[in-house]
């Protein structure tokens, strides 16, 4: 018994309760063969996407993370809370400078009351295209899922695929001021599927047997949008989002935004055959889309005895991906979403009154550009601060008291209140103000943030990511809050605990946290695109008293500027 026992975990070393996780992540360039044509892309460890990232709940996880590419990077560990080590969250120039071309940092930090699948992204320009992967977060050695044990688990990374280099397809948009190219296919664990430009045989396939329930660890690694994600034949019980556990949820399509994670439950309960999987955009603004849909395939073997065979040929079941505007079927979805809010995974949601009641509006603008072709260029903001990068890291001058990075003064509501979701703007013009401007919040207060999507250029849709924190999305709405009425129907029981949230397109959403992490924290809209025009701030969170409530101590290779 001991020596199976012994035999057990030297072959698996997850079974093992091991603390400490040491990972080697090399930034490399790499050819990769994609839509019938090959092109260097930046990889992790050569893989697009990148390895998986394995760790149990508790676990110390150490990434030396090395950049071979001519490019500056960072690394983000997407969703990990990063309790009093913002050192090692990874956005550019707020919580670290980037590791230069030929150089190392150690990334250190320690999954603390999380299980469920994150990912990780270069967290500079628009290298994440190709610099993602997953992260799965086992339950503590002993501990089982709230629901039944799956057969088996398959990560599924969802992306967008650019035929040209990303970086010149971003620098373009920033010369000319206007949109940058759409990608010209989206993918499946790295595989588009055909599509019209390419007859291709490069498709996801999984191969399952009848009869069993298979869990789908699924991440949305996609730069600038929002995904629907279709099984032919097949429902789909969501039992995971963000990384926390929810009420599971039957569905047949779902959406996930880029940064948005989700477990999900297949039950191959079906006949033998063949069923395509569906990958395809959401967007119900009118902005440009790529049209392709990713298609792959789960495909069922049949199975007597201890035999096992397929019968050909197999059956091919389709199924139509949803207009690319199906709003009602996204929001069915998203809004159905509750935590789990069980006794050992409660819904720790802050009550009224909060300490902290923002109104922040998201939107788009155009600002003079006088070296762009126009005279103008497009740019985003949040209550009309269009978000300047600095060449400091926030977090570095925030720990070494550096003045004159940023200032701690962004505006806690609009300057002026207007018709937000208007989209012929009587009252504003479309022009912002920038700056790189923090809010700073004391230690353990309780937060309500709203998001005010605004109509100014057109209304859009945006998937808000906080860093360091997971939020409850309390409420949402089309049009304009209230702030009178529209709290009477908040969910302060068990609303969806995320790191990242579907803001309705021309309308708003309410999110509330506990400030109980100390850093400075970048909160942005996950479509990289706006990111880029200044769709972002930070917060600052004060240290509270005693070693245990304050920011540890840089490392000791912490890049700085
Ligand atoms: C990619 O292929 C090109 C052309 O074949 C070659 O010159 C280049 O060295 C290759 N790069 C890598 C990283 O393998
Ligand atoms: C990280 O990896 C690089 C490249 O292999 C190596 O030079 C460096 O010493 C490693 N850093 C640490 C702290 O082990
Ligand atoms: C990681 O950080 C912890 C404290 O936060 C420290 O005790 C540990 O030595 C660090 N590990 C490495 C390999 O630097
Ligand atoms: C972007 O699209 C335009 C129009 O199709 C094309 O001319 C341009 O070359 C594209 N840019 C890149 C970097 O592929
Ligand atoms: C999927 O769920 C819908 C609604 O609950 C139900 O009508 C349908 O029969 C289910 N389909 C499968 C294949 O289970
Ligand atoms: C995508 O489809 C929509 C609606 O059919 C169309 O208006 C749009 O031009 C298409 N976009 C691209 C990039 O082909
Ligand atoms: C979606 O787009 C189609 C084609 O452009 C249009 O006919 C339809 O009314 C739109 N649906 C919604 C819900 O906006
Ligand atoms: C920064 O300023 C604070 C408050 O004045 C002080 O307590 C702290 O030691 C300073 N930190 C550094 C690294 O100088
Ligand atoms: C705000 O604008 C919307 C869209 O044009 C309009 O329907 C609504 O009546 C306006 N609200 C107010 C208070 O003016
Ligand atoms: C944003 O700031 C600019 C520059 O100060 C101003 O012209 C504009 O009216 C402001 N817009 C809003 C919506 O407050
Ligand atoms: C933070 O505030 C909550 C609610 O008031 C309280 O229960 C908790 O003890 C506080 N945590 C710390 C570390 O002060
Ligand atoms: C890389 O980062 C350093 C430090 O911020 C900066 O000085 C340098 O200009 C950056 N290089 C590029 C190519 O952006
Ligand atoms: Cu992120």
């Given at each position: ?126 290298l994440r295209s190709t ?121 047949n399509t779902l959406i ?65 991906p949803p207009p690319s ?237």
């Amino acid at each position: 018994m001991r020596i199976v026992l012994f035999i057990m975990a030297f072959m698996s070393p997850l079974l093992v309760e091991c603390r400490v996780r040491r990972y080697r992540f090399d930034v490399v360039m790499k050819n990769t063969t994609r839509l019938c044509a090959t092109k260097p892309i930046v990889t992790v460890n050569g893989k697009f996407p990148g390895p998986t990232l394995y760790a149990r709940e508790g676990d110390n996880v150490i990434v030396n993370v090395t950049n071979m590419v001519k490019y500056n990077l960072t690394l983000h560990w997407h969703g990990v809370r990063q309790l009093r080590t913002g050192w090692a969250d990874g956005p550019a120039y707020i919580t670290q400078c980037p590791i230069q071309p030929g150089q190392s940092y150690l990334q250190n930090f320690t999954i603390t009351g999380q299980r469920g699948t994150l990912w990780y992204h270069a967290h500079i320009s628009w290298l994440r295209s190709t610099v993602h992967g997953a992260i799965v977060i086992l339950p503590k050695h002993g501990v089982s899922y709230p629901f039944p044990k799956p057969h088996k688990e398959v990560v599924i990374v969802l992306a967008e695929w650019w035929k040209s280099d990303t970086e010149v397809i971003i620098n373009e948009a920033i010369k000319s001021g206007l949109s940058p190219n759409v990608s010209d296919a989206h993918t499946i664990n790295g595989h588009p599927g055909n599509t019209p430009d390419c007859n291709s045989k490069d498709r996801f396939k999984l191969k399952v047997k009848r009869g069993k329930t298979y869990m789908l660890r699924i991440a949305n690694c996609a730069l600038n949008e929002e995904l629907f994600f279709k099984v032919a034949g097949h429902n789909l019980t969501v039992v995971e989002a963000d990384a926390v556990y929810t009420k599971p949820f039957e569905t047949n399509t779902l959406i996930i935004t880029p940064g948005q994670t989700m477990n999900v439950l297949l039950t191959t309960n079906q006949k033998i055959a063949r069923y395509l999987v569906k990958v395809s955009t959401f967007m119900n603004s009118g902005v440009a889309i790529d049209n392709n849909t990713a298609t792959g395939m789960i495909e069922y073997k049949e199975e007597f005895g201890s035999y096992e065979f397929t019968t050909r040929p197999i059956p091919i079941m389709g199924t139509q991906p949803p207009p690319s505007n199906a709003t009602s079927i996204a929001r069915r979805m998203l809004d159905s979403l509750r935590s789990l809010n069980s006794a050992k995974f409660p819904a720790l949601v802050p009550q009224s009154p909060v300490d902290q009641d923002l109104l922040f509006t998201i939107g788009l603008g155009i600002n003079p550009c006088p070296t762009c072709p126009r005279k103008v260029r497009l740019v985003a903001d949040i209550n009309n601060v269009t978000f300047m990068m600095p060449t400091t890291a926030l977090l570095q001058a925030h720990y070494f008291n550096i003045s004159k990075v940023f200032s701690a003064d962004f505006p806690r509501k609009p300057a002026v209140a207007f018709n937000y979701t208007e989209t012929q703007q009587p009252s504003v013009n479309m022009v912002t103000t920038s700056g790189t401007r923090v809010y700073r919040l004391p230690y353990n207060s309780s937060v309500q943030l709203v998001y005010q999507d605004t109509g100014i250029v057109g209304p859009d849709n945006h998937p808000m990511h906080l860093h360091g924190y997971n939020f409850f999305v309390v409420g949402s709405g089309l049009g304009n809050f209230n702030p009178k009425t529209d709290p009477l129907n908040f969910n302060l029981v068990d609303p969806v605990e995320r790191n990242t949230l579907a803001v309705p397109t021309g309308g708003w959403a309410a999110i509330r946290f506990r400030a109980d992490n100390p850093g400075v924290w970048f909160m942005h809209c996950h479509l990289e695109v706006h990111t880029t025009w200044g769709l972002a701030m930070a917060f600052l969170v004060e240290n509270g008293n005693g070693p245990q409530q304050s920011l540890l101590p840089p490392p000791k290779d912490y890049p700085k500027c």
